[in-house]
C-alpha cells in the first residue's frame, strides 16, 4: 500500500495555529482528492475535511467549519490543513489519506472510500 508523509503536528495552546502537510510524491497528485481524519484516544476514527483533486470543492466536519482550512498545491504535490482557534477536544491523531479520483472535482467523507493513508500526526491542545 501506498503511503503518504504527514508533518507538522505537535502541541498548541488553546486559541492556537497549527498546519499539517501531506506529500504524496510520484503520483499524479491532481488525480486523487484527499482527505483528512483524526482519532482520539478509545474513540471511532473522525471524518475532518476533504479536498478535490482540482481544489476547487472543500467540505468540512461540522465542529472545524470556520476553523479549519483544507488547500492543496498540486504542483508541488501537497495537501495542507490549516487549523486555527483550536480546542482541546481537537486533541488527536491526524491522518491524511488520498483517493485516486477521475473526475477532480469529487470528494469523500468516508475512511472507508480512500485508497492511501498517512502515518498520522499528534496533535495536541492544551487548556
Known amino acids: 500500500q501506498v503511503q503518504l508523509v504527514e508533518s507538522g503536528g505537535g502541541l498548541v495552546q488553546a486559541g492556537g495555529s497549527l498546519r499539517l502537510s501531506c506529500a504524496a510524491p510520484?503520483?499524479?497528485?491532481?488525480?486523487?482528492?484527499m482527505g483528512w481524519f483524526r482519532q482520539a484516544p478509545e474513540k471511532a476514527r473522525e471524518f475532518v475535511a476533504t479536498?478535490?483533486?482540482?481544489?476547487?470543492?472543500?467540505y468540512y466536519t461540522d465542529s472545524v467549519k470556520g476553523r479549519f482550512t483544507a488547500s492543496r498545491d498540486n504542483a508541488k504535490e501537497m495537501a495542507y490543513l490549516q487549523m486555527n482557534s483550536l480546542r482541546p477536544e481537537d486533541t488527536a491523531v491526524y491522518y491524511c489519506?488520498?483517493?485516486?479520483?477521475?473526475?477532480?472535482?469529487?470528494?469523500?467523507?468516508?475512511?472507508?472510500?480512500?485508497?492511501?493513508w498517512g502515518q498520522g500526526t499528534q496533535v495536541t491542545v492544551s487548556s
Open positions: 510520484g503520483r499524479t497528485f491532481s488525480k486523487y482528492t
Open positions: 479536498i478535490s483533486g482540482s481544489g476547487a470543492n472543500t
Open positions: 489519506a488520498a483517493r485516486f479520483s477521475l473526475a477532480t472535482g469529487a470528494t469523500y467523507h468516508v475512511a472507508d472510500e480512500y485508497n492511501f
